[in-house]
């Protein structure tokens, strides 16, 4: 099982700011399968990015993705209101699929 | 307007049985691989199973022999029926639209889950 390690577990920032997350994967993910989601309160998660990097549809640009391998990372340009929520990454290369743990992105 | 609405969550006692299911419109049902995502309270995303268009299945270890993923592309309708519920079990139970037709190329849409409670 490919366990999934999410850092930090809480990022504290201001809009307006870059927030950088973190997925590092126990053994190499490959072909890149790795995925991002946002889930806000009460809400079911939502796609972001799939393939490490390629951003799913109606996804702003604000949002991208890079890493291969063991490491992954999410980054958010410039945080809007809207971006306060948790992230988990997800790997689908092998079974189990597995999700991180997350990050929660909170107003500072 | 691709839609996933899940239904057949309630209270279940430790050691029963529950089935639910999940309604899909807006896309090709039977082209595309299905899954189930579970979310305890307060808790993370787990996998729970998936299937392929094809059939194929999959689980994860904490549901293997207990729990069973189906589909019937004739109705649209993705079903996971459960035995053998444990408290753990108790979640909340998202049915998911893979991006692809096999195993899983990540799931792009979501149900908006039903809840899962095991308790006597």
């Known amino acids: 099982e490919i366990v999934l390690t999410q850092s930090p577990g809480t990022l504290s920032l201001s809009p307006g700011e870059r927030a950088t997350l973190s997925c590092r994967a126990s053994q190499s993910v490959s072909r890149s399968y790795l995925a991002w989601y946002q889930q806000k309160p009460g809400q079911a998660p939502r796609l972001l990015i799939y393939g490490a990097s390629s951003r799913a549809t109606a996804i702003p640009d604000r949002f991208s993705g890079s890493g291969s391998g063991t490491d992954f990372t999410l980054t958010i340009s410039r945080l809007e209101p809207e971006d306060f929520a948790v992230y988990y990454c997800q790997q689908y290369d092998t079974s189990p699929l597995t999700f991180g743990g997350g990050t929660k992105v909170e107003i500072k | 307007e691709v839609q996933l ?3 057949g969550g309630g209270l279940a006692q430790p050691g029963g049985s529950l089935r639910v299911s999940c309604v899909a419109s807006g896309f090709t049902f039977s082209r ?32 293997k022999g207990r729990f069973t993923i189906s589909r019937d592309n004739s109705k649209n ?44």
């Open chain 2, 77 to 120: 309708t993705l079903y996971l029926q459960m035995i053998s519920l444990r408290a753990e079990d108790t979640a909340v139970y998202y049915c998911a639209k893979d991006r692809g037709n096999s195993f899983s190329s990540g799931f792009d849409y979501w149900g908006q889950g039903t809840l899962v409670t095991v308790s006597s």
């Open chain 2, 5 to 7: 609405l899940e239904s």
């Open chain 2, 32 to 63: 595309n691989a299905m899954g189930w995502v579970r979310q305890a309270p307060g808790k993370g995303l787990e996998w729970v199973s998936a299937i392929a268009g094809g059939g194929d299945t999959h689980y994860a270890d904490s549901v």
